[in-house]
T-cell receptor
């Protein structure tokens, strides 16, 4: 069945290490998004991509990088430049042409060792 | 600068009663609004949406009201059920845009 798969569910990062969070969708959606949620707060947009090989910075892109080489995949790398990476990371996708309803994966919780 | 605000961080309601969640926005360019429900350690699930050309949209137990002049929307859940206990986020966008702006969420607890 169709959906958005995020992996891993839990991830630990050491100081100075880059880590990559996976997001795969089989909904044939054009646009994909990465959000960060901190405890007790709303979702903040990190990066988004409307089409393959193109992406734009969101509100809090510093310390993160993305790629969009395939329509179904939108991995997020949390670099060592991101000084406060501990958060819940959510990936979403949307079908262009439909109203702006985004569908979310189950999330990855990233913690710093 | 928070463009979408949910001023009540939490709400407690008795099973069977009405839950009313509120959301305010400041950007007059927003013309499409959504509500999402989120359980702990899961992704948000889309609940209901409304376009600015309407002032009400209903789907089963969920109704969203939009007051454009006040830049205010609300979600009514009637009757509330224990399974409705979750965090609810409102979100706003420009219909021609690609991004959603989320509020901070309201945690709802429905007591049996």
């Amino acid at each position: 069945d169709g959906g958005i798969t995020q992996s891993p569910k839990y991830l630990f990062r050491k100081e100075g290490q880059n880590v990559t969070l996976s997001c795969e969708q089989n909904l044939n959606h054009d646009a994909m998004y990465w959000y960060r949620q901190d405890p007790g707060q709303g979702l903040r947009l990190i990066y988004y991509s409307q089409i393959v090989n193109d992406f734009q910075k969101g509100d809090i892109a510093e310390g993160y990088s993305v790629s969009r080489e395939k329509k179904e995949s939108f991995p997020l790398t949390v670099t060592s430049a991101q000084k406060n990476p501990t958060a819940f990371y959510l990936c979403a996708s949307r079908n262009r042409g439909r109203k702006n309803i985004q569908y979310f994966g189950a999330g990855t919780r990233l913690s710093v060792l | 600068d928070q463009q979408v605000k949910q001023n009540s961080p939490s709400l407690s309601v008795q099973e069977g009663r009405i839950s009313i969640l509120n959301c305010d926005y400041t950007n007059s360019m927003f013309d499409y609004f959504l509500w999402y429900k989120k359980y702990p350690a899961e992704g948000p699930t889309f609940l209901i949406s409304i376009s600015s050309i309407k002032d009400k949209n209903e789907d089963g137990r969920f109704t969203v009201f939009l007051n454009k002049s006040a830049k205010h929307l609300s979600l009514h859940i009637v009757p509330s059920q224990p399974g409705d206990s979750a965090v609810y986020f409102c979100a706003a966008s420009r219909a021609a845009g690609n991004k959603l702006t989320f509020g901070g969420g309201t945690r709802v607890l429905v007591k049996p």
